[in-house]
């Protein structure tokens, strides 16, 4: 009985020392667990600092181009001046609440397009529209008796798809870094060379005979040296054709006038806030320029041949225009599918009291503009798409402002399209590149928010910095001429001051001049005096970021004398003012 004390203290301290081990054991485990806890609190902070930090100052992007300067770019998160939707964000950062939950549950969020490289490629494009350019083909020219090729020119394009893949990590990783990337040269489709080893089968082609292009009672010729700057070299038969596109805008100009049933877009309008169709639009007739281009391309084959063959005769060919039927090119649902749901832009001006020849010009250039579809970050070019202001186009004489005085010239009255143009282009908020204002103030437009087009020299552009494509639309109503841009809005608005006006200037005297073409003794005057301003125009766009853009338009016009001319009946007595 004496060692029993003994024994139970032994179990006793057996039982404490065990229940102390324990709580060690619990404690270093509850210690590894609360610094693992730690770690990923102090992780998760990092990243979130991290994402901060790339909201708040983009990515860099450093370039280098083919000059050797850099370009440091800084892409935002959110695309400026578009809508806040997610779906108009450059890069999808991940949330706090996203963020807490991969660090410290595991839970990683859901698989989706983390990089919008179609936004990216519309950044870098509108940011580097001065040195991105696309290549130059080589082309045939035909100068003091010689053909001469015209070399080509390389483009300059960046590698987007390496751009965006770099961006994707970084977005992946949280990491605030540089990406320095070169820009690559984009070779041309038709290098000079091509063509070089072409120049005696361009000699024939353009001493030949050429075509016959008939249609009903209507014919033109076409000879080997319209034919010249048209052709282009086709690396897969490795022989020269005719370039469609090119052959297309000639064989337009002269026919345009037979196309008795010209294709009817559609003409869109909104109702009640949603996009509907003012008018149906209906199928039409075109030129069937392919297959006016494989008969070309036949014949160019045969001279080919013939030329092998050492025996080359020529004679001029008789081909029959062919037409084809075109459908509209838009509906409700392809805009829907484009998101182009909004009116975003619009102008009416009015030509009332103008020529019939006037009004026909205005007439065929809204016809040939209208249903444009500007892509996002495209340039839009309204001498482009009008055409040139020539006779070969369909233009009628009016008078236009050329040198010192008004002279008929065709295409005159085109300006009205012009100016419409610029100004539903300050409705809508956009990015405008060129704009000229007229010499003098003209009445149809007044001072201020005028534009003026003239062949390459005066054009007016802007460039789509929506997310959406644009489309274009011009109609006539009554004496009224409207342009409609339909897009997605972004909720931007854009507010253009009235025209102040500023430094008037008096007209000069009356200035008489002699004009063999206008009968002996009859006075006809071409200009009415006009005084000489300067006028500024603000326009403030506000972005739904929070972003302000202003423009200001500066015009200067030119004080204008009445202008008279004196017939000389052809009678070469005088200084002529003709």
């Not at 060379?193 to 353009?206: F, P, S, V």
């Not at 459908?327 to 805009?335: E, F, G, K, Q």
Request: charged share 20%; aromatic share 8%; hydrophobic share 40%.
């Amino acid at each position: 009985m004496r060692h029993r004390p003994l024994k139970v203290g032994a179990i006793f301290s057996f039982i404490i020392c065990s229940f102390l081990l324990l709580s060690v054991v619990r404690l270093a485990n509850a210690s590894r667990i609360l610094l693992g806890e730690a770690t990923k609190y102090a992780q998760a902070s990092i990243s979130v600092m991290r994402v901060r930090e790339l909201r708040k100052s983009g990515i860099l992007v450093r370039l280098q181009l083919r000059d050797g300067s850099i370009r440091e770019l800084s892409v935002p998160h959110v695309s400026l001046g578009l809508n806040a939707d997610e779906s108009f964000e450059f890069y999808r950062l991940p949330s706090t609440r996203q963020i807490i939950n991969f660090h410290l549950y595991g839970i990683a969020p859901a698989e989706e397009e983390i990089v919008n490289s179609h936004a990216i490629t519309q950044f870098f494009a509108q940011s580097l529209s001065d040195v991105l350019h696309v290549p130059t083909d080589a082309h045939y020219v035909y100068v003091k008796g010689s053909i001469l090729v015209a070399d080509d020119a390389p483009g300059q394009s960046l590698p987007i798809d390496e751009i965006v893949a770099q961006m994707k990590d970084i977005v992946r990783q949280q990491a605030v870094k540089t990406i320095s990337i070169a820009s690559v040269d984009t070779p041309a489709r038709v290098q000079s060379a091509n063509l070089m080893g072409q120049r005696e089968l361009a000699e024939i082609l353009r001493k030949s005979r050429g075509f016959q292009v008939y249609s009903g009672e209507y014919a033109w010729t076409l000879s080997g040296a319209t034919l010249l700057p048209m052709l282009t070299y086709d690396s897969n038969s490795k022989s020269l054709i005719v370039d469609e596109e090119k052959l297309y805008a000639h064989i337009k100009t002269l026919a345009h006038s037979l196309i008795t049933e010209p294709l009817l877009e559609p003409q869109f309008a909104i109702n009640n806030g949603r996009l509907a169709v003012a008018r149906e639009g209906k199928p039409g007739h075109d030129i069937d320029v392919h297959t006016l281009a494989t008969k070309i391309n036949d014949w160019i084959a045969a001279k080919a041949a013939m030329r092998s063959a050492g025996k080359v005769t020529d004679k001029r060919e008789m081909v029959s225009l062919a037409y084809l039927t075109t459908m509209p090119r838009y509906s409700l649902a392809m805009l829907s599918a484009l998101r182009i749901t909004d009116l975003v832009g619009t102008a009416k001006t009015s030509f009332k009291g103008s020529s019939a020849d006037r009004i026909h010009n205005i007439s065929l250039g809204a016809s040939r503009v209208t249903g444009f579809l500007v892509q996002p970050g495209e340039e839009f070019s309204l001498v482009q798409s009008i055409g040139y202001a020539e006779k070969e186009n369909g233009y009628k004489e009016e008078y236009v402002i050329k040198g010192d005085r008004s002279r008929k010239e065709a295409g005159g009255g085109l300006c009205q399209v012009a100016t419409t143009f610029f100004r539903a282009a300050l409705d809508a908020g956009l990015k405008i590149t060129e704009r000229h204002n007229h010499r003098y103030v003209v009445g149809y437009y007044g001072p201020g928010l005028d534009a003026g087009i003239y062949a390459i020299d005066h054009d007016f552009r802007f460039i789509n910095d929506f997310a959406s494509p644009l489309l274009v639309q011009v109609r006539i109503e009554g004496t009224n001429l409207i342009v409609e841009f339909f897009g997605h809005g972004d909720r931007r608005t854009a507010v253009t001051t009235k025209p102040l006006i500023t430094e008037i200037l008096p007209p000069p005297p009356p200035d008489f001049r002699f004009s063999k073409s206008i009968p002996f003794g009859k006075t006809e005057c071409t200009d009415h005096p006009r005084e000489g301003m300067t006028s500024y125009a603000t326009t403030t766009i506000r972005y739904q970021s929070g972003e302000v853009r202003s423009a200001l338009w500066k015009s200067t016009y030119a004080p204008w004398p009445k202008i008279c001319l004196i017939g000389t009946g052809g009678l070469d007595i005088y200084q002529q003012d003709d």
